[in-house]
């Protein structure tokens, strides 16, 4: 089962904050941390599951530095799940 965890990164001087999604293969993208918009950790899920082609439903899950995400497919259990379509 491939887990996909995301990371915060606060701004520098050249770029603003940010959110990262990536997976244990080195898989990885970034997206700007939009505060008027859905969690940016699930955009960013949803962002590195477009690139690679993957659907299906994600449980969310927190760890220290930020989310994580394994697919399921069982029914949702007082947990956030998202649904990724291509």
């Known amino acids: 089962m491939k887990a996909i965890m995301t990371k915060y990164h606060g701004p ?9 999604a990536s ?3 080195g898989n990885r993208v970034s997206v700007s941390f939009d505060h008027s918009s859905r969690d940016p950790h699930d955009l960013a899920v949803i962002a590195l599951c ?25 029914r949702r259990i007082a947990m956030d799940v998202i649904e990724v379509s291509a």
Request: positive net charge; charged residues 25%.
């Open 50 to 74: 477009k690139k690679m082609g993957w659907t299906g439903k994600l449980v969310a899950g927190g760890w220290k530095h930020g989310h994580v995400y394994v697919w399921t497919e069982t």
């Open 12 to 20: 520098t001087n050249t770029r603003g904050s940010r959110v990262s």
């Open 23 to 25: 997976d244990s293969d």
